[in-house]
Every structure is written in structure tokens, then in C-alpha cells.
């Protein structure tokens, strides 16, 4: 068989995506990384002790197929019962069986626009439709959101949503979740940074689901964990499509210890949005529009110079920040919350720039 | 809506699945486990290192998408291209990505019997059918694998084969994708053990695949690991289906270093066939019929004693075995090769449970 037509042997709908592209994650030389919302700080040092144990003790033998011991830690910090829990490979993980498990071939998925990307591309390979509902301008989302839908199966609200760092209060998401004719999956990735969450959510009406990842506020993206909360009818569903062992050895142990470090937590989590205050108003004094955030980054622009030349900029004098462009909506940059000196680095050449380009006062 | 509806929500071929069972894993209490195929002896020492290493340094990050630095490392052993290979979280999600991209709604996977169960369980999940071909009483395939069928978009090839510990020959393989209208994937899990494998075969036909795992060969696991080798082409259309980040920062690590262990390597596997062999040879000598195995265990049934029975008694004397029961084929016993002392703990217990029930002679 010629090697041209390999490609032919695929799904049609798989031939036709166009590949999901994660931030950038230069390999060599030294960044300041403000592009893909991790933490600044290194995790809790129980986490990396706990892994180093487990690497000496648990990989030899095939892992808890369900999480078991993190789960029963995160339901004592969540106060929920640990059958409302399933555990995944990141949260990216959680968001690919749950629309495996509600979205078919022809199926529609539902989010708002602009969110998360990697929606469209779980119902692309899916073979599956998509509708993207625009938020408002002041980021809630309208009748549209919730309306009927031919075949409608399963709606995304990322909340807080990026990359605006956004929130629905969780009685808005409740009456959305009531109104909708389908489930509801609420992607708590930026909770931890918000006022509020919408656990409770789950609890009032199960055809709510909420997601949560540790790669954001506990400062584990490398270790990939994330779960899901859920009525224990819809997590007995979705172990069905789970790979048996999704979760290694490795990060169960890690993420078990990570949660249960409260003091870690609450100390992180003070420090990130203090540093996300600073940023906001530096962005404010230098004449960005800023977006209030409650996560742990800050969406902006500014009137007077093109979002893509700063993060150009930016980027030659090695910073990377988020250039985002939304077809339809407008385009801004999104700035992860880094440590005060990285900001104050990101600021200060920011302040350059446009003072640089400034029309001279005369 | 009332709670007993809540399974209504999910796709149909989903509520009708059983799920898959993986093998027994008991959190407490001491067996001797030789019913998961996983290696009796820890890793390499380098792997350990690295991942402790690792858990210092990579936590926080996002990982490397394409595990670049297994890549080069694989891409030396197996005297291939790193642009060849693909990463994933487990062999079984490299099985997962690949039935994802080939098999939509109503269409048709191929695979042996009896074979590796989690095949029917990704066709399920697709809402695709699965063609069962039987295994000769030799354990070849004759001309219904290689049949043309309506819709048939991939075949699956364990090779060696589970439960059987049994191959087939790189020229038969390579004959039977010749003739299969479809794509290939040789799962060569336990191929670390047999005498040959297919990679060759790879850059011969670009339509067949060839997944790998580090979980029993390299003693890992505990860290879900494995790979694919296929033509680039096809690498890059899998690329658009896997998740982002699906091999964790400490996996990448942990396999780079465990794959560069060509010491451990042969000495372990030299261990593990010289067990197989004390196994193989204790078995026959107490009746069993022995299936010869190019894996890291054995296949076996006793003309005299119910398999079940067998099964049942060794787990009340703390050692667990498969017992596997395949509807239309037969039953028996997979027996994992563990340390010596392990299967000659197995052995004198199958000896005294044969000797006990024989018939008493006068």
C-alpha cells in the first residue's frame, strides 16, 4: 500500500481535526512560563517524599484500579462520601470519558465560547457536533445555553472559565443545570483559586458533575491527576470507560499526600492570589483592560498596542505569556500568576514597551 | 429527575457493557500473586533513581507531550527512529488511541480467541461490533482472520498470546497483514520473553503497528507505561487523539532510565525464562497439560481436576492464579512466572492437593 494513502485508513472525522496544541513548553534555555497556568512554587514536600517512597515499594505490581486511598483522603477534605469520586490522568482524562461515555457519533456537546479548546476536540473525535454559545459581554451565559437541542447529550462550563478567569455563581450554574436537557459537567480546573465552588452542586441535582485537577493549585501538573465528583450511579457508568489503570502507582500516592497537606494549600493558595492582586494592578497603571480574575491568571488587553506584538515582545526577551485570538470575540493575553519577582519582570518590561512606543509628550 | 433514571442519560452501547475486571489485586493480607503477569523482582535501580530525581525537579511543569526523551532512548534499543513511536499512559491507552482512531459507530475490530478481553471492551465503548476468530487447536490463525468484512477497520494480534503464552512467527504475521484489508496492531505485551518479534515487520507493510509495555518485561507496573511503533504517518494522526500530557513527568523518567538498563534487562529475563522453564517442567511432571509459552507465564488444565477447583484451593492457601473460562473454548489456569521459591511454594501445594484427592491405591 502506498504510504500517501495511510491517512485514508483513518475515521474520516479523526482525518479531518486539526491537532489540539498545548502551550508552548520550550524544552531548552530560560523561560519565565506565564502561559500555562501552572503554579510558581514547587508542590508540598510530603507529595514529592510520598512519591519517592512509592517509587521504592509500588511499581512493580499494577495500581489500585480505583484511586482507593486518594480518594478516601479527598473525601474527608471535600466532605463527600468517596463513592462520589472517580480518578483520572489529569483532569483532560476525566473530560475524555465522561464524553465517551454521554457523546456519540452525531451526538452535540455544548460550551460556551471563548473556553477551553480541548471541548471541541473531544466531540470532534468523537465524530460528534459542537455548539458554542458566546458568553455575554459581562461573562454569563443567556437562554441560548440552555435551550433544546437536537441530540444534545452533554454541556461543558469551565468555571472559573479561561481565559477570561470568570465565574458563574454557583446558584446561576444550579438554575442553568435545571434548565439544561442534558447533564452538566462544571470544570472546576481554577476553583481553588475562586470565592466559591459548586460540589454542592452535585449533591442538589445529579445530573451535575464537577471535575477538579491538582496540576493548577497544588502545583502538580507533571503528575497528571485529576477526578471527578459525581452521583456514585454515574461514577458506576464511567469506570466502564476509565482505562483500567489510568492512574500509576506513582500519582496516587502523590496526589493522596498532596491533598491531605492542608497548611501547604491554604499558604500557596494566599500567595498566588496576593501576586494575582499585584498583577492586576500593574496591568490597571500601564492602561490594560483587565478582566477581574478569580483564577490563577489574568486575562487583558490593551487599547492602544496589538496583544500579539506585546506577547512578541514578551517572548524575545523570554517571557512567555498566552496569545489568545477568538475568532469572533477578539483576541488578548492571558498572564499565569507567577512569583512577585516574575511578574514584576513581565510588568517592567511591559512598561517599556509601551512607554518606548508612547507618541512623546511634548 | 429521579436518581433511577440517571443511567437513561448515557450512550446505549455504554449502559448495555459489562466492565472489564481486572485481575484480582487484594489491598491486605500476604499472597503470592502470580495472576497478573507482573514481574516478580523490583525494576531497575536506575528507573527508581530517575523518578526520585524527577520528583524534585518535574512536578510542577507540565510534561513533555511526546516524551521526547523515551523517545531517543527507545529509539536506540530497538534501532529505529524516534519519529516512529509513540508514548502512552499503558500499553492499554496506546490500545485505546489507536481504536479510537480507526473504529467509529458500527464499525468492526477483529481479534483472536481467546485473546486479551480489553479488546472487546474498546469495540464496545466505540459502539463498534467485534469479530471473535478462534485460534487453531495449534494456536495459528487460519483464513477467517484475513477475511475480507463489512465495515472491518482494524485488527488486534496479541503476539505472544494470553492465555496461551503461544506465537506466531514474524513471516506468518507479516502474510497475515498482507492479506488483511485493514491495519494490523501486533500487541506485543509479552514479547520481551519470546524468541522473536515483529518491529522489523513495521517498516515492511506501514499497516502494521506494534504496541509495547514497560508493566511486565522492565517490572513497572505500577508506573503505566508503554508505546507504539508504527510509521510516522500514522504516528501523527494518533498524535491528534491521545490526551495532550498523557504520560505523567515521573513515567517519562522512570521508563527513559528503565529502557537504558540493557543489564537489568537480560538479567531479568534470563531469570524470569529459566522460572518458566522449573514451572513449565513441574506442571507436566504433575499431570498437567502444559501449552509451551513464550511468556511470562503459563497456560495449563488437568485432565482429572476442575481447573475452578484448583484455582479456589490455592487462594484459600494465599496463592493467586487466573483461573479463565472461555465460553465455547474451555477453561483453565494462567499461572504468572514468579520468583523460584514462589512457584515451588505453587507446585508442592498443586502436588498436595493431586496426591490428597487420588484415588487411594491398594
Known amino acids: 500500500m502506498p504510504i500517501d494513502s495511510l491517512e485514508l485508513l483513518f475515521r474520516e472525522n479523526i482525518r479531518r481535526m486539526k491537532p489540539y496544541v498545548p502551550g508552548e513548553q520550550p524544552q531548552g534555555g530560560k523561560f519565565i512560563k506565564l502561559n ?12 514529592v517524599r510520598a512519591i519517592q517512597q512509592a517509587a521504592e515499594t509500588s511499581l512493580v505490581r499494577y495500581p489500585d484500579p480505583l484511586a482507593t486511598a486518594f480518594r478516601i483522603q479527598a473525601a474527608e477534605v471535600l466532605g463527600i462520601d468517596p463513592d462520589w469520586i472517580l480518578c483520572g490522568n489529569g483532569s483532560d482524562d476525566i473530560l475524555t470519558i465522561v464524553t465517551r461515555a454521554f457523546v456519540g457519533e452525531g451526538d452535540a456537546l455544548r460550551l460556551p465560547y471563548p473556553s477551553y479548546i480541548l471541548y471541541r476536540t473531544l466531540a470532534e473525535i468523537q465524530n460528534a457536533r459542537y455548539e458554542e454559545i458566546f458568553f455575554d459581554k459581562d461573562f454569563r451565559l443567556g437562554a441560548s445555553f440552555v435551550a433544546a437541542g437536537e441530540r444534545l447529550k452533554l454541556a461543558f462550563l469551565p468555571n472559573p472559565n479561561s481565559p477570561s478567569g470568570t465565574v458563574l455563581p454557583p446558584q446561576e450554574v444550579l438554575a442553568l443545570a435545571e434548565q439544561l436537557p442534558c447533564p452538566l459537567l462544571v470544570d472546576e480546573a481554577y476553583v481553588d483559586f475562586a470565592e466559591h465552588d459548586c460540589i454542592d452542586l452535585v449533591r442538589r441535582n445529579p445530573r451535575v458533575m464537577v471535575s477538579r485537577t491538582l496540576s493548577k493549585s497544588y ?5 497528571r491527576f485529576g477526578f471527578l465528583i459525581a452521583h456514585p450511579d454515574i461514577i458506576a457508568m464511567l469506570r466502564k470507560v476509565k482505562d483500567s489503570y489510568n492512574c500509576d502507582a506513582l500519582a496516587i500516592a502523590g496526589a493522596t499526600a498532596a491533598i491531605g497537606d492542608r497548611q501547604w494549600f491554604a499558604e500557596n493558595r494566599a500567595q498566588v492570589l496576593a501576586t494575582r492582586e499585584r498583577l ?21 488587553r490593551h487599547h492602544d498596542y496589538p496583544a500579539e506584538e506585546l506577547y512578541q515582545r514578551l517572548k524575545a526577551d523570554r517571557i512567555l505569556v498566552r496569545y489568545m485570538n477568538y475568532p469572533g470575540w477578539g483576541d488578548g493575553l492571558r498572564i499565569s500568576v507567577g512569583t512577585d519577582a516574575q511578574i514584576d519582570a513581565c510588568l517592567s518590561l511591559l512598561s517599556s514597551y509601551l512607554t518606548a512606543s508612547a507618541p512623546p509628550a511634548d
Open 36 to 47: 500555562t497556568n501552572e503554579n510558581p512554587y514547587p508542590p508540598s514536600p510530603l507529595a
Open 219 to 223: 502545583g502538580l501538573a507533571g503528575l
Open 280 to 300: 492586576s494592578r500593574g496591568l490597571a497603571e500601564l492602561g490594560f483592560a483587565v478582566t477581574p480574575s478569580q483564577a490563577n491568571f489574568v486575562w487583558c
